[in-house]
């Protein structure tokens, strides 16, 4: 009985563990519509660190979030740092000027399908409950080495956790822990 009982929670824990992807891995290409018509694939962003967040314009976590990422763009950019945002959850581009604008928000944000967005987190559409806004951090390298769990990550929304791990990247902290620095 006690033998059935761990095999059943190792099963659960692992099931719990593969449903978030791996991690560091190289960031998929992704095209940044903007409202414009600007076309930005995320490639040309190589040599930055990046925060993508994936948002819907009338999510009042997303709408906090990407404010936050005005402040610290405005902080870190000189630095190397650059945020995106791609809206998804009935974006109309008239919709997302509204939200640069209403926000204040002092990045580029565009828009994509639905599928696109799940595709590049590794999400399926059987992932139910996940919690907007996602987000990824891409280091220098174009290698994505944190993401937002499907049911949110306070780590990576939070200020002070999200501007020190930031500050990491800009560093080259995470290079260091890898090579064992």
């Known amino acids: 009985m006690r033998l059935t009982g761990l095999f059943l929670a190792l099963s659960l824990v692992s099931l719990s563990v593969s449903a978030q992807p791996a991690m560091p891995r ?41 404010q936050l990422l005005t402040k610290l763009q405005g902080e870190l950019g000189p630095k190397g740092f650059q945020p995106l945002a791609v809206a998804f959850i009935e974006s109309t581009p008239p919709q997302v000027e509204g939200f640069v604008r209403n926000f204040h928000i002092g990045f580029p944000v565009g828009y994509a399908a639905r599928q696109t967005v799940l595709d590049y987190l590794q ?8 919690k907007i806004p996602q987000m990824v951090l891409i280091d220098r390298k174009g290698m994505i080495v944190a993401q937002s769990a499907s049911q949110g990550s306070p780590e990576l929304q939070e200020e002070s956790s999200l501007r020190m791990k930031i500050t990491d990247l800009l560093s080259g902290g995470a290079a260091k822990k890898k090579s064992g620095l």
């Open 26 to 66: 190289k960031a998929p290409e992704i095209t940044i519509v903007e409202p414009s018509g600007k076309q930005t694939l995320l490639s040309s962003y190589k040599g930055k660190v990046v925060a993508l967040a994936f948002v819907s314009t009338a999510c009042s976590h997303c709408q906090a979030e990407c």
């Open 123 to 130: 999400l399926s559409d059987a992932d139910t409950g996940w």
